[in-house]
């Protein structure tokens, strides 16, 4: 063990429920560590010699310290600077300045505006209100999901540029990263920096995706309360299924047992580190015969405290958030296949020789490449990846990811 004293790169301490969270931003390293282990931490960045730390703690605190395995893990987390390293510098966040612009009160004044604006149009004109024809927006189905595909990544965009912006308000180092989710693109913002933060900070950050599908919810309504035809045009009609698509958006952040944008709010706000991984282990113990719960060991299991007390509980919604996908289904996902069947039915009962007939064909292949052709082609790659022991397809990280 080094006689010398050790360097150390600047530091961020935030307290949580179950210690005090310590981090690099420029790196994005946290670790959890206990009061003692920040006290420790602070007397040898401020100088003290580490036999000198040691003896201290065993005075302070009535016990030994393995101090060769603490420094240790201060390398590892990258907190100890190398010899003749210099001290990182604070990470360069570009547009704080935009994002700071986007959560103003004149922002929010907008932000206001356009939600009272879009529920008394909705109010006043029931068609515009979300419902499944809606996303029929022309005769072809083929066109309808081509179209509204291609719509996917700038709505997916938005929503994640919203969590970036919030967080580089703050001027933390937020990035976008795309990635794969078994055979879906996936767009992810990693929020890690947020720990670097008290949790009252965090909040916007993580609730900023869902503010922007409901922005432009909202502006989609008003552009189709906008049009100038005693009807809806081609314009008002594409608006309104493309904010159709965006309310299932806003349900799916619902679903926190998926460990969606809510989830972390709610574990941020119980003061919670890991509670899905708990959960599933406590949900393994009582119920081991539930086919989606994955082996774990509950009872030795390294959890932390907070975790252990809010399982049961977070159990019990993970049940309601079964209940409300349920719901869901019911209301919005339930009419929308009933009314893709009957306009499918409808065109196969033509003529052969008639275009709705062959689109509808067009629109079942279509269906089936989604369903059956990707999952197959998903499996075999996945399946091939494990006997050859490449790298697994990347999952999401909030992080938040769509």
Sequence with gaps: M???RLQFHPLTYVEERDGIAVGRAD????ALLPADGVALLKQLAGGMPVPEAT??????FGEPVDMDDFVAALHDLGFVRDDGEPPAEPPKVRGRALGRAAFSPAAWVVY??????????????????????????VPSLIMVQLVLALFQPPVTLFHEWYHLLAARRLGLPSRLTIGRRYYYVVVETHLNALLGVPRRQRYLPMLAGMLADLLLFGVLVLVAAADPYAGLSLVGRLALAVAYIIMFRVAWQFYIFLRTDLYYVLTTALGCTNLHEVTRAYLRDRFGWLPWVRESDWASGDWSPRDRKVAPWFALITLGGVGFLAVTIVLWTAPLVVAFGSRIAAAMSTSVTGAGFWDSIGSLLLVGFELVVMPVIAGRVGRRRAQTGSDQVPSAVPTTTS
């Design 27 to 30: 790196i994005e390293s946290y």
């Design 112 to 137: 206001g505006a356009v939600a009272v604006a879009a529920v008394l149009a909705m109010a006043l004109r029931p068609e515009l209100r979300p419902r499944a024809s809606n996303v029929f927006f």
């Design 55 to 60: 003896n201290w703690y065993q005075s302070t």
């Design 2 to 4: 080094s006689t010398t």
